[in-house]
């Protein structure tokens, strides 16, 4: 693994012909949206580009324009280079293709902190709120214009993994390149109402069980919540996500940390998500006991455990944490 830097990743992309790009698993606006706009613009100045997420992507993004072509395992040596967005673990990427053998370089995109993992390339940079910002750099960078349907995509990555320009990750330049978006006449409002206001009546319904889930602990400082392969089956949910359920545990004023817990519809795997109202109390600090990651404000792990048991060790781990975490602050 060798960490590059913006002007080198620039340099390798230039340099590609047939690009392979791909995203994570739980594809979210930030995955799809630097997607899509990555692969846009290098359309633009005549690269091929093949696109794939193994998984369907939820309703509220397929208004961000991209097109999907699986690629064969057996035609991965034809790429000059596979570039992954929004992620820097490779048991996360959004697609199972076997990358052990191939010559062709395989570069990460992504704004989490990096971990130790086999990518040829990784440009990571926490400063950015979103990868998509990061992909709009690349693109001025290689002078590639920014047209409107780019500029959708970007803005749907800014405003999902931002929380609509509200969670501390948000600074200047998000609202700079936010600014540069809005010159391409995009409808913001418009995309907004997509991803927010796009929820079926089944979404709502498992909202609301979740919702009745809901546990405090430690005085009211740590939330737990979560949705069951059993609350899954009883809605008949097929295609849902709960990405953002855990702001609603967030929302609560005494709450420092939030918690929700998603089992798989085959009760397989557990999908941990981790907020903190403050940078302080470190949430990847927390997910790391659980083997997952992330930032200081929003973390998250996958899980193989039962879920009625990872629940107790998950409330004593919070209880914890915000023991030692909180009381140093309050010191
Ligand atoms: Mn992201």
């Not at 998000?174 to 391409?184: D, G, N, V």
């Not at 430690?218 to 919540?225: E, F, H, K």
Request: aromatic share 8%; net charge negative; proline share 3%.
């Amino acid at each position: 693994m060798k960490k590059i830097e913006l002007n080198k990743t620039v340099q390798i992309i230039d340099q590609a012909n047939n690009i392979l790009i791909l995203g994570h698993i739980n594809p979210d606006g930030d995955c799809v949206g630097s997607m899509a706009a990555l692969s846009l613009g290098l359309q633009s100045v005549e690269k091929k580009i093949t696109v794939w997420s193994d998984e369907s992507l939820p309703l509220k993004y397929r208004f961000i324009k991209t097109d999907f072509e699986k690629p064969c395992q057996e035609n991965i040596d034809s790429f000059d280079l596979i570039i992954v967005v929004d992620t820097a673990v490779e048991t996360r990427i959004g697609a199972k293709l076997d990358f052990s053998h191939t010559q062709t370089p395989v570069l990460a995109i992504d704004h989490h902190i990096a971990v130790e993992n086999n990518f040829t390339y990784i440009h990571t940079d926490q400063s950015y709120a979103a990868t998509g910002c990061i992909i709009y750099d690349i693109l001025k960078l290689l002078d590639i214009k920014i047209t409107k349907a780019i500029a959708e995509a970007i803005y749907a990555a800014i405003i999902t993994d931002t929380g609509c320009f509200a969670y501390s990750n948000t600074n200047y330049r998000t609202f700079e390149i936010a600014l540069e978006l809005l010159k391409t006449g995009i409808n913001t409002s418009e995309i907004t109402s997509i991803i927010y206001n796009s929820h079926s009546p089944e979404y709502i319904r498992i909202l609301g069980a979740a919702l009745n889930t809901l546990e405090l602990i430690s005085d009211g400082t740590g939330a737990i919540m979560y949705v069951s392969s059993e609350m899954i089956k009883r809605e008949n949910l097929i295609n849902f996500d709960t990405e953002d359920f855990v702001n609603y545990p967030r929302s609560i004023m005494s709450v420092k940390i939030a918690c929700m817990i998603t089992e798989s519809p085959n009760s397989d795997t557990l999908r941990l998500s981790l907020r903190s109202k403050t940078q302080d109390l470190n949430v990847s600090k927390l997910a790391k006991l659980f083997n997952g990651g992330g930032h200081k404000c929003a973390s998250g792990a996958r899980i193989k455990e039962p879920l009625a048991e990872f629940i107790p060790r998950l409330k004593k781990e919070l209880e914890n944490f915000l023991k030692t975490e909180h009381n140093k602050l309050s010191k």
